[in-house]
């Protein structure tokens, strides 16, 4: 007989854990068994994840990291392997907003948002993937957005960002699958998170739960919860999938 | 268990995807009504549910009976007490190329694939909208893409996913979710049937290398009918080791 899902003995990374949709992947992952590697830039809010974690019984190493540093990343996935004894599961979540009007937009805010949202998928997936190789073995989660599939105004990096994350999934799934490294994405639409409170003023978010046909947005733990499915040996045949999370927003 | 005490339609149930389906959810706590037309294989999976220590109803017809669906979904109510699930995966296959196709193999492959599924949606929504709950899951394939041979098996696949679509927004609203899944070459009697050349072909067309077993399909049927996506409304999800990125 099967049991919940089951990640006993596995190791994760997960970049942006310290809040959010990211705090909400760990502990889901904790939930599952898996001890945790938290990457993010704020220590005080990687210490309070990794408390959630301890008190779920797994093991979680906090790694303060800046995910657009080369060295640093690297750094983050040899003390997950030095000092929890092995990789398998990486989650690429950090990322960032900077909206704008195009002619308002500067280069600096542009390479912020690129750098954070697509290059550190670049930097991570590299460096893990050299430990999932060797192993023959890796699961690595992209959270990509609707935002990259559809568009909108005044955001145009973030969305540029997100639909490279996508194809970038792919291009990487098809050339990792040979080593048994599973390659997918997580598409959410609209999720309750601290990000949206900044950026979306509750008159908006009212209006914009109209388009949603299921007529509210997510809770974080309703990104969480497929994400640990692609984590898990249950999706074996999914390789470079989108898998979106968005009550229907873009199908409408 | 990730679907304790839920009840299931499965269609297409004595073989196949359909039977690997019916396994996996037993396995996490399902009743589960089987739908086939044939009815001893029916009756050996039924057997198997029983071993598994599962508990099951038969219901063997034919999808694109209306009747016979709207019984089928009115037995398995009073039977279980609520219909939560229903996986719409029975279809057939009439394939010949476009010159050579003639009009009742079209017309079979869409009253089965298309209407059949269209039916059993139809019939299953209405206990789910009025206990405003439920998970539909339709079974479209990756011939949706394009596939020599199967215009009208590919035509009826597509059809299906507008149809999941359509009836993930005008069901949402009831908290009632409707996705598909989009199987690529899986290892069942309908591949069997194929010569080891045509095999070969297909097989070098997998970035993973191997055909799908039916138990992978089958795991993403139990997270979509789990309440592990509850915010997944309307999608379409390839299970194909890669064959189609789209």
Known sequence: ????????????????????????????????????????????????????????????????????????????????????????????????????????????????????????????TQAAARYFIDARYGKIINMASTGGMIAGPMNASYHASKAGCILFTKSVAVELIRYNINVNAVGPGFVDTALVDQFVQKKTRSSMTKFIPIRRFANPVEIAKPVVFLASDLSSYLVGEHVVIDGGLTVL | MRLKDKAAIVTGAARGIGEAVVYRFIEEGCRVTLCDMDGDALNTVAAKVKELGGSCLTAMGNITDRNFVQRMVEDTVSAFGSLDILVNNAAITRDAILHKMSEQQWDEVIEVNLKG?????????????????????NVSS????????????????????????????????????????????????????????????LRAGIPLGRFGDPKEVAELAVFLASDESTYLIGQTINVDGGSFMI
């Not at chain 1, 003995?9 to 992952?29: D, Q």
Request: overall charge neutral; charged content about 20%.
């Open chain 1, 1 to 124: 007989m099967s049991l919940e899902i089951c990640l006993d003995g596995k190791v994760a990374v997960v970049t942006g854990a310290g809040r959010g949709i990211g705090k909400a992947i760990a502990v889901a992952l904790a939930q599952a068994g898996a001890d945790l590697v938290l990457a993010a830039r704020t220590t005080s809010q990687l210490v309070e994840t990794a408390k959630e974690i301890h008190a779920l019984g797994r093991r979680a190493l906090d790694v303060p990291t800046d995910v657009t540093s080369k060295d640093q990343v690297e750094q983050l996935m040899a003390q997950a392997v030095n000092k929890m004894g092995g990789l398998h599961i990486l989650v690429n979540n950090a990322a960032t907003m900077a909206p704008a009007a195009l002619v308002e937009q500067t280069e600096e805010d542009w390479d912020k948002v690129l750098d954070v949202n697509l290059k550190s998928m670049f930097l991570c």
């Open chain 2, 142 to 201: 990756t011939s949706r893409f394009g596939n020599p041979g199967q215009l009208n098996y590919s035509a009826a696949k597509g059809g299906v996913v507008a149809m999941t679509r359509t009836a993930a927004i005008e069901l949402a609203r009831k908290n009632v979710r409707c996705n598909c899944i989009s199987p690529g070459t899986i290892w069942t009697d309908m591949l069997k049937a194929v010569t080891e050349s045509v095999l070969e072909t």
């Open chain 2, 117 to 137: 599924s269209f039916n059993c949606l139809q019939a299953a929504a209405i206990p789910m909208r009025q206990q405003q709950s439920g998970s539909i899951i």
